[in-house]
């Protein structure tokens, strides 16, 4: 447990999703006060059962594309709560892989609607109460696909909002540092999802999979809820506007 995030208020936006799910066993874990945000209220009332202390978690059903959804969290968030000192922005969507000369204008907007705009608007509606408090973390997730393109996998937009992500990330860190407020970034690569469970029941393509990885193995979403409550924690209280990878060392291959 981090003892410098016990009593912190935690927002985790997609908190139903594997990631989601383990960043908010992770920061209830360390003793935070965690609300759950999503689109599906039974997959956060049912975490919510599988965690002791229901006094300080709360669900709060939400879409962040929509700005009144947005501003209706963060007021039962500090109704509840009395604050806001963490937020982790990790709702976010992946189309199926598609040539970019073939996707619709929907396709794309609902890509960018969720994972830049509905990053933006969390950001935008926790930063006066965090400027107010003179101190905060902000963590958005990208991804590997937001620095660099894969060959043979179409992801071309997916891979603009995350880009949009890590850009965002180092211009918050940098305007809004000087109120206390740190933001980083998270970047992963494959990490073990129902999304690509099917190919982990291949034997073969699994193998092909994992051995594309130098540490020979796809991550887990605990891999990245240990790195959320550490930039979380006041162990990184001198670091704003990273972005760390965690990928098994592929980026370090190519």
């Known amino acids: 447990m981090l003892m410098s995030l016990r009593g912190k208020v935690a927002i985790v936006t997609g908190a139903g999703g594997g990631v989601g799910r383990a960043t908010t066993k992770r920061l209830f874990s360390d003793g935070c006060k965690v609300v ?54 990790n709702a976010g969507i992946l189309n199926d892989p598609t040539p970019f000369h073939k996707m619709t204008d929907d396709q794309w907007m609902s890509l960018i609607n969720t994972n830049l705009i509905g990053t933006f608007r969390t950001t935008k509606a926790v930063l006066p109460i965090m ?15 937001g620095i660099r393109s894969i060959p043979n996998v179409p992801f071309s937009v997916y891979g603009v909002t995350k880009a949009g992500v890590i850009m965002f990330t180092r211009a918050i860190a940098v305007e ?32 092909m ?37 965690i990928d098994g060392g592929m980026s370090a291959k190519q």
């Open 209 to 245: 999979l994992e051995s594309s990885f130098p540490l020979g193995s796809i991550g887990e979403p605990e891999d990245i809820s240990g790195a959320i409550s550490y930039l979380c924690s006041d162990d990184a209280k001198w670091v704003t506007g990273l972005v760390l990878t």
């Open 36 to 89: 759950l945000i999503g689109r599906d209220r039974s997959k956060l009332t049912k975490l919510i059962g599988e965690l002791d202390g229901k006094k300080n978690l709360l669900a709060i059903k939400a879409d962040i594309t929509k700005e009144a959804d947005v501003i209706n969290l963060i007021e039962e968030t500090v109704s509840a709560f009395d604050t806001i000192d963490i937020l982790v922005n």
């Open 131 to 145: 400027m107010k408090n003179k101190g905060g973390s902000i963590i958005n997730i990208s991804s590997l696909q």
């Open 176 to 207: 809004y540092g000087q109120y206390g407020v740190r933001c980083n970034c998270v970047a992963p690569s494959t990490i073990r999802s129902p999304m690509i469970e099917p190919y982990l029941q291949d034997r073969q393509a699994k193998r």
